[in-house]
């Protein structure tokens, strides 16, 4: 079985301030592992994902990702947030090696940047 | 911008209606999924195409019937729902289904439908 954990509901940052996302995750093999954010009303963004290769990744509006296989995290950092990027954020995982496994999402964090 | 389109984007519906959510994705897409998503909280699968065939229905009640006439467009058939049913229903695609071909899984989301069941 694979799960992803958000343990943080709330996140407030001040505007200009570094923000971390914290994401940690199980899976019975190697994980994919993906950042999407939602807005007010809307879908889901894709933000950064890990697939294979270096362990920081760089994604969309500044947003970059540290994979850290002995502490099984995957957490979303950004140097300097911007009031814009309040939102909600939600890390998945899909295990490789179970082909027919869906991602999973944890719960999500909502990121409050204060100005 | 989202690539994948969803209609409408509010429907308010009483529990006798029958109405009909739309996606539509131009991406060449072969997987297709509908999530349903409640607030503040993450998004559920409902169902997955692959390949205009239904592969994964998640123990959804048969008050929601999903369609895939073709490879670019999902429908979502809604009958006598009930008001619990009230939330954001998302549609989104993948090049391929998971797992085939090296696929990562990655999704592409459509800004969803938002449902009101009185």
Same mark, same amino acid.
């Given at each position: 079985?694979?799960?992803?954990?958000?343990?943080?509901? %709330?996140?407030?940052?001040?505007?200009?301030?570094?923000?971390?996302?914290?994401?940690?995750?199980?899976?019975?093999?190697?994980?994919?592992?993906?950042?999407?954010? %939602?807005?007010?009303?809307?879908?889901?963004?894709? /933000? /950064?994902?890990?697939?294979?290769g270096d362990n920081l990744v760089k994604g969309s509006y500044g947003f970059e990702a540290e994979f850290n296989k002995s502490q099984t995290s995957f957490h979303l950092k950004k140097p300097s947030a911007l009031v814009s990027d309040s939102a909600l954020y939600f890390c998945a995982v899909r295990d490789i090696h179970n082909a027919g496994n869906m991602l999973t999402f944890g719960g999500g964090t909502r990121l409050m940047v204060k100005p | 911008d989202t690539e994948v389109t969803q209609t409408p984007k509010h429907l308010v519906m009483g529990m006798t209606n029958k109405k009909s959510l739309k996606c539509e994705q131009h991406m060449g897409h072969r997987a297709m999924y509908w999530y349903k998503q409640k607030a503040k909280k993450p998004p559920e699968l409902m169902f997955v195409y692959s390949y205009e065939k239904l592969?994964?229905?998640?123990?959804?009640?048969?008050?929601?019937?999903?369609?895939?006439?073709?490879?670019?467009?999902?429908?979502?058939?809604?009958?006598? /729902?009930?008001?619990?049913?009230?939330?954001?229903? /998302?549609?989104?695609?993948?090049?391929?289904?998971?797992?085939?071909?090296?696929?990562?899984?990655?999704?592409?989301?459509?800004?969803?439908?938002?449902?009101?069941?009185?």
């Open positions: 079985a694979q799960s992803v954990a958000q343990p943080e509901d %709330q996140v407030n940052v001040a505007e200009g301030n570094p923000l971390t996302v914290k994401c940690t995750y199980s899976v019975s093999g190697n994980p994919y592992l993906f950042w999407y954010v %939602q807005y007010p009303n809307r879908g889901l963004q894709f /933000l /950064l994902k890990y697939i294979t | 592969s994964i229905n998640e123990s959804v009640p048969s008050r929601f019937s999903p369609e895939c006439p073709n490879s670019s467009l999902l429908n979502l058939h809604l009958h006598a /729902l009930q008001p619990e049913d009230s939330a954001l229903y /998302l549609c989104a695609s993948s090049q391929v289904p998971a797992g085939r071909g090296g696929n990562t899984g990655e999704l592409f989301f459509g800004e969803g439908s938002r449902l009101t069941v009185l």
